[in-house]
């Protein structure tokens, strides 16, 4: 997604480059044999990546490409994008190319500057979350109409899927679908290999979808919360309704300043009272 927020390029096997002094950007292309195009189509120029992504130079990435193009820009040191995990603890490894060791480079640098920048949204990001939101949410209202006793919780992440992309447009998910009923619903990261979205629906029993989808690169997440039968019972009602209050009082206590502790705690003492 770094690669994508920088440069706007969705095929794969591409490397760019940004002159940090005077903001030229380079992409380096793959250089893709003839024979390629009965596969994948049409193998387009160098000026095509260019008008397309908008980018100063495009230059086909040949063994000794990139090392030769950063020499003409005078690079005299490399910033190499370097990113870890947090909580899986996987590192995404900085970029290799020939000659990249005749260069002094730093891997620490570049992720956090980027990381701080990427906090702050232009309005046109915000107007892809926020369409990727609109899909998903219509996506689960699509699920919770559909559902009833009977049906297979993989029936109701098809379901979020096909509205996604047919309706939205969106081709990947955010995540892995949770599409919980009954007990399933108390275990968190329902709908994984182990737990695959498989159960029957039950009469009586709460669904608990927890499904996003991805829009350029721009993840929805939304949980929602239903009975199969169209009708809450009197127990699930009062845990829903002491949810809501606290999902409401914390939309309304979010604004600049404010802490995610202090929304956190501001839930638990709502549902505690």
Aim: proline share 4%; aromatic share 12%.
């Amino acid at each position: 997604s770094y690669f994508f927020w920088t440069f706007g390029v969705h095929e794969s096997g591409f490397f760019g480059a940004v002159d940090v002094d005077s903001g030229k950007s380079v992409l380096f292309p793959p250089r893709l044999h003839p024979d390629y195009a009965i596969w994948d189509g049409k193998i387009h120029p160098e000026s095509w990546f260019k008008d397309v992504y908008e980018v100063d130079e495009v230059h086909f990435n040949d063994p000794d490409t990139i090392n030769e193009t950063l020499r003409n820009l005078g690079a005299k040191q490399l910033l190499l994008l370097r990113a870890e995990n947090t909580d899986s603890g996987n590192v995404l490894e900085p970029a290799d190319f020939k000659g990249k060791n005749e260069f002094p480079f730093d891997t620490e640098m570049l992720y956090p500057i980027m990381g701080n920048l990427r906090v702050f949204k232009s309005d046109k990001e915000l107007e892809v979350m926020r369409y990727s939101c609109k899909v998903a949410s219509e996506a689960h209202k699509a699920a919770m109409k559909a559902v009833k006793p009977g049906l297979y919780e993989y029936q109701l992440e098809s379901i979020f899927r096909h509205v996604s992309y047919y309706d939205g447009g969106c081709r990947h998910l955010a995540y892995t679908c949770i599409a919980a009923s009954g007990i399933n619903c108390a275990t968190l990261h329902y709908g994984h290999e182990n737990a695959p979205n498989n159960e029957r629906i039950m009469n009586g029993d709460l669904c608990l979808l927890d499904m996003g989808c991805e829009c350029e690169c721009y993840a929805s997440d939304v949980t929602t919360t239903f009975p199969s039968s169209g009708k809450f019972s009197e127990k699930q009602k009062v845990i829903y309704n002491a949810v809501l209050q606290a999902n409401r009082e914390v939309i309304k206590a979010a604004k600049p300043g404010v802490r995610w502790t202090e929304m956190h705690l501001l839930a638990e003492r709502v549902l505690l009272t």
